[in-house]
């Protein structure tokens, strides 16, 4: 099993330019999250899902927006990047609402 | 008033040494409690869950002290390759609410 994965691993983008991460999972989970973690911030939820075809907003939603349309698969979306989403963004899974399995993270720089 | 406060450290011991790690949590309607481990630029990982009765797992005894909100994390004969940041994570209804983590640093 790969677990989580996450593509694509860093990417430099421009002020107002837009972009999906990918976050893929093969251990039939139901729950997926996507995280930023920032310095002295912790890991801050953005937005979750409780199943396929569901999204929910986390801590700080603004800005970003998500789908779910197969069970494996958790898309996030920046339509206009800023530089204040600059950031290492996370995507977990879980069976319930107990231990997540974090993906390696994606480097994302807006300029 | 963050939800889950940490000790930012870094704690700087020697091989050997006994280090423990404090957290607080704001939401006393938090159910689960989590002790997890993030290497320099990897993923965050889990150690242990952290139960009321307290938990033992080799080096490692977590802590939970509800009435307080606290959580305590103990590494005994600390080994280097224990180097790392130490994250507490509190579950409340449906998500989870991460420290910004303690820096263990264990030196030679």
């Known amino acids: 099993n790969a677990g989580v994965t996450q593509t694509p691993k860093f990417r430099v983008l421009k002020t107002g330019q837009s972009m999906t991460l990918l976050c893929a999972q093969d251990?039939?989970?139901?729950?997926m999250y996507w995280y930023r973690q920032d310095p002295g911030m912790g890991l801050r939820l953005i937005h979750y899902s409780v199943g396929e075809g569901t999204t929910a907003k986390g801590e700080v939603p603004d800005g970003y927006n998500v789908s779910r349309l197969k069970k494996q698969n958790f898309l996030l979306g920046l339509e206009s990047a800023a530089p204040s989403q600059t950031s290492v963004y996370f995507c977990?899974?879980?069976?319930?609402?107990?231990?997540?399995?974090f993906g390696p993270g994606t480097r994302l720089t807006v300029l | 008033r963050k939800e889950v406060e940490q000790d930012p450290g870094p704690f700087n011991v020697p091989e050997g040494a006994t280090v423990a790690f404090n957290c607080t949590y704001s939401?006393?309607?938090?159910?689960?409690f989590f002790w997890y481990r993030q290497d320099c630029r990897k993923e965050p990982k889990l150690l242990m869950s952290v139960y009321s009765s307290g938990n033992e797992d080799g080096r490692f005894t977590a802590q939970l002290n509800r009435a307080s909100q606290y959580i305590s994390l103990l590494i005994r004969d600390s080994k280097l390759s224990d180097s790392a940041t130490y994250l507490c994570?509190?579950?409340?209804?449906?998500?989870?609410?991460f420290g910004a983590g303690t820096r263990l640093t264990v030196k030679p």
């Open positions: 977990a899974s879980s069976q319930s609402t107990d231990t997540q399995y």
């Open positions: 994570v509190v579950t409340g209804e449906w998500d989870m609410r």
């Open positions: 939401n006393s309607a938090s159910q689960s």
């Open positions: 251990m039939n989970h139901e729950y």
